[in-house]
């Protein structure tokens, strides 16, 4: 299990909001390494994932609260300038996309850091504990094994 996977186990409502704008962020960061050595099919794999998990954002806002609007509004011009930034191979446009995302996660990580009394997302899931072994000083995660893990029906 890598450390983003531990974390997004372990990580509540408004974690799991930072985890996705910094996946974003690190996609975005790819692609636009990938324009540098022109490699079409990893700019597009980045583009891809990173539109993704926008949608994913879009699709979870309530659409009932005034926030969710604007939020909504963001995410489809941060959309648009990932889009404009892959059809003409302009990583300007992924700069401005990810200026946008920089400050929004600035306002999640200020919500997350109020949000302590939130519990996982979620529940019942493995323990992962990390430390060194006895072998050769190597960092291992050991799984304690639970009959019954993951999410509860």
Do not use: H
């Not at 983003?4 to 372990?10: K, L, Q, S």
């Not at 806002?61 to 011009?77: A, G, V």
């Not at 300007?92 to 302590?116: H, I, M, P, S």
Request: proline fraction near 1%.
């Amino acid at each position: 299990m890598d450390n983003v996977t531990a974390r997004i186990v372990n990580a509540n409502p408004t974690q799991l909001i930072e985890i996705s704008y910094e996946i974003i962020l690190e996609s975005l960061d790819t692609a636009k390494e990938q324009i540098k050595v022109g490699n079409e099919k990893e700019i597009l794999r980045s583009v891809e994932q990173a539109q993704k998990i926008l949608r994913d954002l879009m699709d979870s806002l309530d659409m009932s609260y005034e926030i969710s609007l604007e939020l909504m509004s963001m995410y489809l011009y941060i959309n648009k300038a990932i889009i404009q930034g892959w059809i003409g191979k302009n990583a300007d446009k992924f700069d401005e996309a990810q200026k946008l995302l920089r400050t929004l996660l600035t306002g999640w990580n200020e919500v997350a850091a109020a949000d302590k009394s939130s519990a996982p997302a979620m529940a019942n899931t493995q323990q992962v504990y990390a430390g060194l072994t006895y072998g050769k000083g190597s960092l291992n995660e050991s799984v304690v094994n639970d009959k019954n893990r993951g999410f509860k029906a």
